[in-house]
């Protein structure tokens, strides 16, 4: 009889399989239908009817993927780029109909009736915490108070975030005012009972996080303060353009405004289809052979963090053309030159270098290495918030006044010296860059190395010379500088250590902070 049993549940889990496999199968032939009919009817209504009618006659009742339709709601708002796509407003409710290709899924909205693809990142299953407006899911400690210290909030302004310390607990982030510390934020832990519930005092006990949160809104019961409203959030980026939206057509580009000019092309600020603002990068004919280029930028797509610029699209005939999200600051080099420059205090500063190091840490979990790390390539947004840019390129330029490593166009007073001469670049010679590009951000801008000429640098460095420490800038951010600058490359730092060095300076290194006339 056990023999009898063991068939039998083999047989279901089988069957089971089987079917899994053919609703699989069948979701994958609807989506088909429905982009050939999107294509043909040039209207997605007209290519739901098509839809529609095949489900109909191959199973004889309208398809729906295993496990039934789940309902999601919108986060933000979402105007479509494309025929395909469909617009939604924050709050309306959606049926996901095909949920299995990651970034863009196939939905009905259940407002209008409408359907296409949706960006996933932007709705969350109806009812659950991520749907909560006050959610901000997995944000760092530092970028939750980067948040709530935004020049318009006010005190009791709050989000709830994932704990970075405890698997399974939250954080509740506070915007809070005192006469000595001025604007500050506070963070209590919120810590799960066995039994499900949840708890900031073990006094007052709630049985999920909703409750929570409107239980504090109505007392401040031992808080700094009262909830009083929802710190703002800005709608995250997609990933990537729109579905399929990788080689593009160069037609399907506008160059709007340009921004810069360097040695190997422009920066554009453009218009992707008409609908979506870009940054669009041209790189002059001859500057990287484009076969080398899109085998690259594959894996360049693949690098997501928030603390990195975005590769949305690539035109891959000469001109190359590179889009990416567009960083309405600009570059980190102008930024620090220019009017704004002149406003940022060491703080701030320490906090641009922190967003760097993060990004450039996540580069390192990846084994990916940069090669060309300075201020020149970091870009800047609203709120300050500081992404990497043009990863990984700088191995592909094959003009000679740059692949001699000792040319005019390369940027010798950043580079390690391995790197410099004997072309040894690793995640390693990119600490020493990012070394020079503290410098950068101490000095509002300053070219490294005041008065050296590139061949005087790199003989001055192999002899032992370091950049003094820049004028009011802490001792203590000096020697991090140094650091980065050992002469062998094993001994600097990670990129992980230095973003924790830089995330907790001022309770650890500089607790005792005055801003000075620069700094």
Request: aromatic letters at 10%.
């Amino acid at each position: 009889s056990m023999c009898v049993k063991s068939k039998k549940s083999t047989h279901s889990h089988l069957k089971a399989r089987a079917q899994e496999q053919v609703a699989q199968f069948t979701a994958l032939v609807f989506d088909l239908i429905f982009r050939f009919s999107s294509l043909m009817c040039n209207s997605l209504s007209c290519a739901h009817l098509v839809c529609r009618m095949v489900q109909f006659l191959v199973i004889g009742k309208p398809f729906l993927p295993t496990g039934g339709v789940t309902t999601f709601v919108a986060l933000y708002d979402y105007e479509s780029r494309t025929a395909s796509d469909l617009s939604f407003r924050k709050g309306e409710r959606l049926q996901i109909v095909n949920n299995t290709e990651g970034d863009w899924w196939l939905a009905r909205s259940l407002t209008t009736g409408e359907s296409g693809y949706i960006p996933s990142n932007y709705v969350a299953p109806s009812d659950s915490i991520q749907a909560e407006e006050w959610y901000f899911g997995k944000i760092t400690r530092r970028d939750s108070e980067r948040l709530l210290l935004s020049l318009e909030n006010r005190r009791g302004t709050f989000l709830v975030r994932e704990s970075e310390t405890t698997k399974g607990a939250y954080c509740l982030s506070v915007l809070d005012y005192d006469n000595t510390k001025g604007l500050n934020v506070k963070h209590y832990k919120i810590r799960k009972l066995d039994s499900g519930g949840f708890y900031i005092t073990s006094r007052t006990q709630f049985s999920n996080l909703q409750q929570l949160v409107s239980h504090y809104r109505k007392h401040a019961d031992g808080l700094c303060h009262s909830l009083t409203e929802v710190c703002p959030v800005l709608k995250p980026q997609t990933q990537g353009l729109a579905r399929d939206a990788w080689e593009i057509p160069r037609e399907s580009l506008r160059l709007d405004l340009k921004l810069g000019q360097g040695c190997f092309g422009e920066v554009w600020m453009g218009t992707w289809n008409g609908t979506t603002r870009v940054a669009i990068k041209t790189l002059k004919p001859g500057t990287m052979s484009p076969e080398a280029f899109l085998q690259e930028a594959q894996v360049m797509k693949k690098l997501r963090h928030e603390k990195l610029v975005q590769l949305y699209a690539v035109v891959s005939e000469e001109p190359i053309y590179i889009v990416t999200e567009y960083m309405g600051q600009g570059s980190l080099l102008d930024f620090l030159k220019g009017d704004m420059g002149k406003m940022l205090r060491l703080p701030q500063l320490v906090d641009m270098a922190s967003q760097i190091a993060s990004g450039m840490a996540y580069v390192e979990r990846m084994n990916y290495v940069h090669r060309d790390l300075r201020a020149a390539n970091i870009l800047v947004g609203d709120n300050l918030v500081c992404k990497v840019a043009d990863f990984g390129l700088a191995r592909l330029i094959e003009d000679n006044e740059y692949t001699a490593r000792q040319g005019a166009k390369f940027p010798i007073k950043w580079t390690a010296p391995e790197a410099a001469l004997y072309g040894r670049f690793t995640i390693k010679s990119d600490v020493w860059s990012f070394g020079v590009l503290l410098t950068e951000l101490a000095t509002k801008g300053r070219v490294p190395y005041p008065g050296m000429v590139n061949r005087e640098v790199l003989d001055q460095v192999e002899r032992g010379y370091r950049m003094p420490c820049p004028a009011e800038c802490p001792e203590s951010l000096h020697e991090l500088m140094l650091t980065c600058w050992r002469k062998e490359p094993e001994e600097r730092p990670t990129f992980e250590y230095l973003q924790g060095f830089l995330e907790d300076y001022f309770t650890s290194t500089e607790p005792q902070y005055q801003p000075g006339e620069n700094l």
